[in-house]
């Protein structure tokens, strides 16, 4: 069944929320927006969540906004942040709040991974076609947020922040909930000699195959013309199953970003000019 369920909220945002996990956790927020519901034009067409996509601020700003609305939150109780695709975990506080949401000046800074255990912050990252990475501790109450491409994935962002949950929040991997979201798919991801050999350079370092048994999905295979297609998903499992959390608690979205253009922006499918997708997660005092 597909974790990630769209609903259409009052106010027109189109949102796939984590339902599983908001109904078993009281005031718990977790979800990835579709591109429906905003006020961007054009490419950007219309619940554009990025600031750095070339969308006309102001617009951007709105569908922040409408965004906040539809999850019952203020917007400077929400942050965003300026990634890189590396793995560094930022802890987030209450002196973050508002970081991100009205500038990319003000964002945090060079971070691709976020962990708070504050209710009343909102953890927001930016997507379109890299992975979504959710944690969850409801011993603890705190909440993680990673974003995943292939660099940020080899350099292990879904362990990292599975460590700093656990330094920080006394976290058991083993009670931590994990989700996997929308996000391009080994069927649309074709990538080159250099992406896996640094895919099996880190597989090699943790002891994965590349199969893992008749039920599971390859982490990669090769096609005639040499190249490979690649599923982030199936590799960010493994690493969370390494780093402790249970098969049983990782949840793994099925809807690609890029088959799905209809739902979703696609920076591979659309030739880079498109919006980004926010996902987020937070708990409501």
Request: hydrophobic fraction near 40%; charge should be negative; aromatic fraction near 8%.
């Amino acid at each position: 069944m597909e974790p990630f369920v769209l609903q259409k909220v009052e106010n027109g945002c189109e949102l796939f929320f984590i339902k599983q996990w908001m109904d078993q956790a009281i005031g718990l927020t977790a979800g990835f927006t579709s591109r429906h519901g905003g006020v961007s034009k054009k490419e950007f067409s219309s619940l554009n969540c990025g600031l750095h996509v070339m969308d006309q601020p102001e617009d951007v700003i709105v569908n922040r906004e409408r965004l906040a609305e539809a999850l019952n939150i203020e917007l400077q109780d929400s942050t965003y942040a300026e990634q890189v695709h590396g793995n560094e975990v930022q802890v987030v506080t209450r002196e973050h709040a508002g970081a991100g949401t009205l500038s990319r000046e003000e964002a945090i800074q060079s971070k691709d991974a976020f962990i708070t255990n504050e209710p009343g912050i909102f953890l927001h990252a930016l997507f379109a076609d890299c992975v979504p990475l959710f944690f969850f501790d409801p011993v603890h109450r705190a909440v993680g947020l990673a974003h995943a491409g292939w660099k940020g994935t080899v350099l292990q962002i879904a362990r990292k922040t599975v460590e700093a949950m656990e330094r920080q929040y006394g976290t058991k991997a083993e009670r931590l909930l994990a989700a996997i979201g929308p996000s391009i798919q080994a069927c649309c991801y074709e990538v080159d000699d250099k992406v896996i050999s640094q895919i099996q350079h880190t597989m090699d370092e943790l002891n994965m195959v590349n199969q893992q048994g008749e039920q599971a999905a390859p982490i990669y295979e090769i096609k005639e013309n040499g190249k490979y297609n690649l599923s982030l998903q199936q590799m960010n499992r493994q690493i969370m199953i390494k780093a402790g959390i249970l098969p049983s608690h990782i949840e793994i979205s099925s809807l690609c970003t890029s088959c799905r253009t209809d739902l979703f922006f696609s920076h591979r499918k659309e030739g880079g000019k498109t919006g980004r997708m926010a996902a987020w997660i937070g708990l409501h005092e």
